[in-house]
């Protein structure tokens, strides 16, 4: 699970496809061990962006974002992100933590996402689960993946999350 993947594409009419190694979710059924594929939509409900004054002379401006967020699908709860965002000429990276409190692929629990990527005019973000921080259901849970939107002013993004238990 070392690389993120983007979602997988399938015929009209047919269901998507899924990597060799990965399952797709059942619902009502919790895997003991393996790989699950879960797709997921986030709503953010609420949103504080805070521009940081440096005394440095630099083309970047940094700042400090916290999100809430409501999520379905796959990863079923709400969260919330603390990120610090770069912003320079050429786009915007940001990078943080999301804590996660819900259900995912059947188990409840919560636990804590890394969280990187750009976001500017899109948002392209990559998830990896610090599994330390797991409880509940889902402790011993470890994973990666992603989440999107071409439209961030909407508040929607959509992802997917590859997760294995140990």
Same mark, same amino acid.
Request: charged share 20%; net charge negative; aromatic share 6%.
């Given at each position: 699970?070392? $690389?993120?993947?983007?979602?997988?594409?399938?015929?009209?009419?047919?269901?998507?496809?899924?990597? +060799? &190694?990965?399952?797709? +979710?059942?619902?009502?059924?919790?895997?003991?061990?393996? !790989?699950?594929?879960?797709?997921?939509?986030?709503?953010?409900?609420? &949103?504080?962006?805070?521009?940081?004054? *440096?005394?440095?002379?630099?083309?970047?401006?940094?700042?400090?974002?916290? *999100?809430?967020?409501?999520? *379905? %699908?796959? !990863?079923?709860?709400?969260?919330?992100?603390?990120? #610090?965002?770069?912003?320079?000429?050429?786009?915007?990276?940001?990078?943080?933590? !999301?804590?996660?409190?819900?259900?995912?692929? @059947? =188990?409840?629990?919560?636990?804590?996402?890394? #969280?990187?990527?750009?976001? !500017?005019?899109?948002?392209?973000?990559?998830?990896?689960?610090?599994?330390?921080?797991?409880? %509940?259901?889902? =402790? @011993?849970?470890? @994973?990666?993946?992603?989440?999107?939107? $071409?439209?961030?002013?909407?508040?929607? +993004?959509?992802?997917?999350?590859?997760?294995?238990?140990?």
């Amino acid at each position: 699970m070392s $690389d993120i993947r983007p979602p997988l594409p399938s015929a009209p009419g047919m269901p998507a496809p899924v990597a +060799a &190694h990965a399952q797709p +979710a059942t619902s009502g059924c919790v895997p003991a061990k393996g !790989l699950t594929r879960v797709k997921f939509g986030i709503q953010t409900v609420d &949103h504080n962006d805070t521009k940081l004054s *440096t005394k440095f002379e630099t083309p970047a401006h940094m700042g400090m974002v916290a *999100t809430n967020y409501e999520l *379905t %699908g796959g !990863l079923k709860g709400q969260a919330m992100g603390a990120y #610090v965002r770069l912003v320079l000429e050429s786009g915007a990276v940001m990078d943080g933590q !999301l804590v996660f409190s819900g259900t995912i692929d @059947g =188990r409840t629990g919560s636990v804590v996402f890394r #969280v990187s990527g750009d976001c !500017l005019s899109s948002i392209s973000m990559s998830l990896k689960i610090i599994p330390e921080s797991a409880t %509940g259901d889902l =402790r @011993g849970i470890h @994973g990666e993946g992603w989440y999107s939107s $071409d439209n961030p002013s909407n508040g929607r +993004a959509e992802g997917e999350l590859e997760i294995e238990y140990f």
